[in-house]
C-alpha cells in the first residue's frame, strides 16, 4: 500500500503572549513573557500565585453570546483557535466531501472549572443535587471535538485524545496516520486547555510541580537555569489543519510544511518524574526520526518539552545527546515554554506551531530567564538563551511529554 504524504496548511493559536498566529509569533521572537499575577481567583493562601492567562479574550468576538455560557472555556478556546486556523487555510467546506473531512482534538484535564463550580454551589446548598445539565457535556473532554464537528458540519473522523501533556502531539501523530491510511483528506487537530482553576493549581503547587517565584513571575519560567524551581500554569489552544498533500496541490492550498514522522514511547518508570537517562526521550526521538525515514543529522531545531523543572530539563538534553551525539551541539534548540507557561494537553500544538513559524521564518525564537548556568548541562548545547537568532531551519523537531510518562515527537520538513 502506497501512504499518502501530509501537510499543515492551516494555522490558529490562543496564547498567554498572543491570541492569534502574527502576535503569537510577534511574542515569540521577541522573548515575552505571559506570566503574571492570576486575575480569576482569589490566591492569597496558595503557594504559588502566578500563571500565564490570556490577554483581553473575548469568546463573543467568535461565539454567539446565548452559545457561550454553554461552553468550558476549553472549548471556547478550541473553536476560536479552529477559527483562525480554517480562515488562515483558505477551506470552504462547502466544496469539500465532509465526510472525509475530521477532528481529533485533545485535552489534558477538560472542563474542570465546571466541576469545581458545581461542586462549590453544592456543598453552599441544602444537600438538594441542583447541578447544570449543562455539567456533563460542559467538561468532558472529548466535548471539543464534538463542537468542531458540528460548527462546521464535518461528518468524518471524530475523537479525543488525552495523554496529558503529551496530548496534542498525539492528536498531531493521529491525524498523519489517518491522512496517510487514506481515511481523511483533511483533519482539524490540536488542543486546547483552562487549567488555571483552584483544584489545578492547588494539586500541582502541593505535588511541587510549579514555580513559587511569586515576586517575579515573568522571570519564572526559566527552562536549563540552574536555578529553575517548577514549572509555570498557562492556558489556550492550538489548531492545525492536516490535510493530503495531493488534496492540498489541487486546490492550491499554501502549504507550511509536511509533517513526515512522529514518535511514541512510554518512560514505564515514575507517575510523574522522567526517567533520569532520557531513556523515553531517546526512544521516542529515535522513532520519530524512523518514523520520518530521515538521519539525525538532518534536524536542524528542536523545540524542547523545557517545562524548567529540575529533572525534566536535564533527562531531556541527556536523550537528546544520545540519539543526536555531537550533532547535538551543532542543533538550535530553545524552550518556549520561557515565553508561554506550560499548556498542558495543548502544548504539543501550540509548540508545533512555534516549530512551523520558525522555520517559515528561519529564526530560532529564545529561552528566556537565562541567568545563570546549570554545571549539570553541557554548555556546548545552543540553547537559544535570552534572544532570538537567525537560522536556516529545513527540518524541525517538537517534544511532549506527560504525567504517566507518555512521550510524543512529531517532525516537520519544508517543502
Not at 461565539?63 to 470552504?92: C, M, W
Not at 492547588?202 to 519560567?221: H, I, V
Not at 531545531?301 to 525534566?312: A, D, K, M, R
Request: charged share 20%; proline share 4%.
Amino acid at each position: 500500500m502506497q501512504l499518502k504524504r501530509a501537510v499543515i496548511t492551516g494555522l490558529g493559536a490562543l496564547t498567554p503572549i498572543g491570541n492569534n498566529v502574527q502576535e503569537f509569533w510577534n511574542g515569540l521572537k521577541n522573548g515575552v513573557s505571559g506570566a503574571a499575577p492570576i486575575t480569576y481567583f482569589d490566591t492569597s493562601k496558595f503557594k504559588t500565585r502566578f500563571a500565564c492567562e490570556l490577554k483581553n479574550f473575548d469568546p463573543t468576538q467568535f461565539i454567539e453570546k446565548k452559545e457561550v455560557r454553554k461552553l468550558d472555556r476549553f472549548s471556547q478556546y478550541a473553536l476560536v483557535a479552529t477559527h483562525e486556523a480554517v480562515i488562515n487555510s483558505g477551506l470552504d467546506f462547502e466544496k469539500e466531501d465532509r465526510f472525509r473531512c475530521g477532528v481529533i482534538w485533545g485535552s489534558g484535564i477538560g472542563g474542570i472549572q465546571e466541576i469545581t463550580q458545581e461542586m462549590e454551589a453544592y456543598s453552599k446548598g441544602d444537600g438538594t443535587p441542583r447541578f447544570s445539565p449543562f455539567l456533563v457535556p460542559k467538561m468532558i473532554l472529548d466535548i471539543a471535538a464534538g463542537h468542531i464537528s458540528m460548527k462546521y458540519g464535518l461528518h468524518g473522523l471524530n475523537f479525543a485524545v488525552c495523554s496529558a501533556c503529551a496530548t496534542s502531539t498525539h492528536a498531531l501523530i493521529d491525524s498523519l496516520n489517518y491522512i496517510r491510511l487514506g481515511k481523511a483528506d483533511i483533519i482539524i487537530t490540536g488542543g486546547s486547555e483552562f487549567p488555571i482553576s483552584l483544584p489545578s493549581l492547588g494539586g500541582f503547587s502541593n505535588m511541587k510541580a510549579l514555580s513559587e517565584r511569586n515576586d517575579d513571575p515573568a522571570a519564572a519560567s526559566r527552562p536549563y537555569d540552574k536555578d529553575r524551581d517548577g514549572f509555570v500554569m498557562g492556558e489556550g489552544a492550538g489548531a492545525l489543519i492536516v490535510e493530503e498533500y495531493e488534496h492540498a496541490i489541487r486546490r492550491g492550498a499554501t502549504i507550511y510544511a509536511e509533517l513526515i514522522g512522529g514518535g511514541m514511547s512510554a518512560d514505564a518508570y515514575h507517575l510523574t518524574a522522567p526517567h533520569p537517562e532520557g531513556l523515553g526521550v531517546r526512544l521516542v526521538m529515535q522513532d520519530a526520526l524512523n518514523d520520518a525515514g530521515i538521519q539525525a543529522t538532518e534536524i536542524d531545531y528542536i523545540n524542547t518539552h523545557g517545562t524548567s523543572t529540575p529533572l525534566g530539563d536535564v533527562a531531556e538534553l541527556k536523550g537528546i545527546y544520545e540519539v543526536f551525539g555531537e550533532h547535538a551541539f551543532n542543533l538550535s534548540i530553545s524552550s518556549t515554554k520561557s515565553m508561554t507557561g506550560h499548556l498542558l494537553g495543548a502544548a504539543g500544538a501550540v509548540e508545533s506551531i512555534a516549530s512551523l513559524l520558525a522555520m517559515q521564518n528561519n529564526i530560532v525564537p529564545p529561552t528566556i530567564n537565562h541567568v545563570t548556568d546549570d554545571p549539570a548541562i553541557d554548555p556546548r548545547f545552543d540553547l537559544t538563551f535570552n534572544k532570538s537568532k537567525e537560522r536556516t531551519i529545513r527540518v524541525a523537531l517538537s517534544n511532549t511529554f506527560g504525567f504517566g510518562g507518555h512521550n510524543a515527537s512529531v517532525i516537520f520538513r519544508k517543502l
